[in-house]
C-alpha cells in the first residue's frame, strides 16, 4: 500500500485499526493546525511579507488536500476571462505535469506555467502576453498577493458527512476559520444531491455572510473518443460494462457519476497523478477488448493519448461540465470586477 492510499484510509476509514492511527497523530495534527493559523496570523497582520503580482489575479484552492474541484473551477475561470478577450495565464506549482497538459487542453488560449515560484510564474506569463492570472491551487500560497480569493469546499468530504481533522490524522490544511479570508466560497458536488450541496452553502453563507456563496456540479458532459475525438453520448453507457480507469484524487465520485448514466462499472482506482507505466496501459487495454467500454478521466487522458495501443478499442474521456446550482451570476459578476483591472 503507497502512502497516498496508507493517507486516504486513516483519514476516511471507519475500521478499529484507522480510528487508533488517527488518535495517535491527533497531537501533530493540533500542532499543525496551530502553525498554520499562526501563519495565516502573520500576513494578515504584515508581519509576514505579501509580494504583489504584475498583473490582476485570481487564486483559486481549498482548505482540503484534493479533489474538490479546484481544476475545473481553475479552468471554467480563465475561460471565463478569454472569452472576453483577456488572455488568461494559468500559474501551476509544478507538481504533476498532467495538470498543466489539462489546462492547455480546456483551455487553448491560455498561457500555462508550472513554477513553484508563483512571482517567476507570473512575470513569465505576462512576458508571454497574459493580461490576468489564475492560480490553480494557491489558497495557502499567502506570500503572493491576489485580486479575488476563491475558495473551493466539497461537498462529498465536508462535515457533518467527515470530520475536519487537520493534517496529518485528516485531510485538512486548514480548519474552517480560513474561509474568513475568502472573497468567493464556491461549494461543489459530483454526486451529493443539489439539496446537499445547498444546505451546506446556507450554512457557509450564516457564517461568512460578506463572501459570496455559490454550489456548483461538476457533472458529465459528455464523452470524446481519446484519439479521434469523436463525441459520444453520455446515454450511450446504459446497461453496458465499463471500467473506469481513475488515477484522480477522488475516483469513487467518478465512478458514481458513470455509474449513475445507466452503466455497469467496474472501477480501477490509481492514485493521483498516476504515471500509467506499460503494465498498466497494456492491463487496459485489455480491459477495452473486454468490455463495452473504457472510461477516463481528462487528467488520466493527457498521459494515455500517447501510448494507446493501435490495436484496442479508444477509451472514451469523461469530459466535466461546470453547472451553477447557485449565485453563478454573483461570481461572474466578481470576476467582471477584475477584468475593470486589466490594461
Known amino acids: ?57 485570481v487564486a483559486i484552492g481549498n482548505l482540503a488536500v484534493g479533489g474538490a474541484g479546484k481544476t475545473p473551477l481553475a479552468a471554467w475561470t480563465a475561460a471565463f476571462f478569454a472569452n472576453r478577450r483577456a488572455r488568461p495565464g494559468i500559474l501551476l506549482r509544478g ?27 507570473a512575470e513569465a506569463a505576462r512576458a508571454k502576453g497574459a493580461r490576468v492570472l489564475v492560480l490553480d491551487d494557491a489558497y495557502q500560497r499567502l506570500n503572493v498577493g491576489r485580486d479575488v480569493n476563491i475558495a473551493v469546499v466539497s461537498t462529498e468530504s465536508s462535515p457533518p458527512r467527515h470530520v475536519a481533522w487537520p493534517l496529518p490524522a485528516g485531510p485538512w490544511r486548514e480548519d474552517w476559520s480560513a474561509l474568513g479570508r475568502a472573497d468567493v466560497i464556491v461549494v461543489t458536488r459530483r454526486r451529493a444531491a443539489v439539496a446537499e450541496s445547498r444546505a451546506l452553502a446556507g450554512r457557509i453563507a450564516a457564517r461568512w455572510p460578506s463572501a459570496v456563496v455559490a454550489a456548483v456540479h461538476l457533472a458529465l458532459g459528455g464523452l470524446a473518443g481519446l484519439k479521434s475525438g469523436r463525441c459520444v453520448e453520455l446515454t450511450s453507457l446504459a446497461k453496458k460494462r465499463v471500467v473506469v480507469a481513475a488515477g484522480i484524487a477522488d475516483p469513487v465520485s467518478f465512478a458514481a457519476q458513470v455509474r449513475a448514466c445507466g452503466a455497469s462499472v467496474q472501477l480501477i482506482a490509481y492514485q493521483d497523478h498516476h504515471a500509467y507505466p506499460p503494465g498498466d496501459v497494456a492491463r487496459l487495454a485489455q480491459a477495452a477488448k473486454d468490455a463495452d467500454y473504457v472510461v477516463v478521466t481528462e487528467k488520466d487522458a493527457v498521459k494515455l493519448r500517447g501510448r494507446w495501443p493501435a490495436d484496442a478499442p479508444e477509451p472514451l474521456v469523461a469530459e466535466l461540465a461546470v453547472r451553477w446550482d447557485l449565485n453563478g451570476a454573483a461570481v461572474e459578476r466578481v470576476l467582471e470586477g477584475v477584468l475593470t483591472r486589466v490594461v
Open 95 to 121: 507538481v504533476g505535469g498532467d495538470e498543466q497538459a489539462v489546462h492547455q487542453r480546456l483551455v487553448p488560449q491560455a498561457i500555462v506555467v508550472a513554477n513553484p515560484n508563483r512571482l517567476a510564474g
Open 1 to 57: 500500500m503507497n502512502a497516498q492510499r496508507i493517507a486516504k484510509w486513516i483519514w476516511w476509514s471507519g475500521a478499529a485499526p484507522a480510528r487508533v492511527a488517527r488518535g495517535v497523530l491527533l497531537p501533530f495534527a493540533f500542532a499543525y493546525r496551530t502553525l498554520m493559523t499562526a501563519r495565516a496570523s502573520a500576513y494578515r497582520k504584515g508581519w509576514l511579507r505579501e509580494r504583489p503580482l504584475p498583473l490582476p489575479a
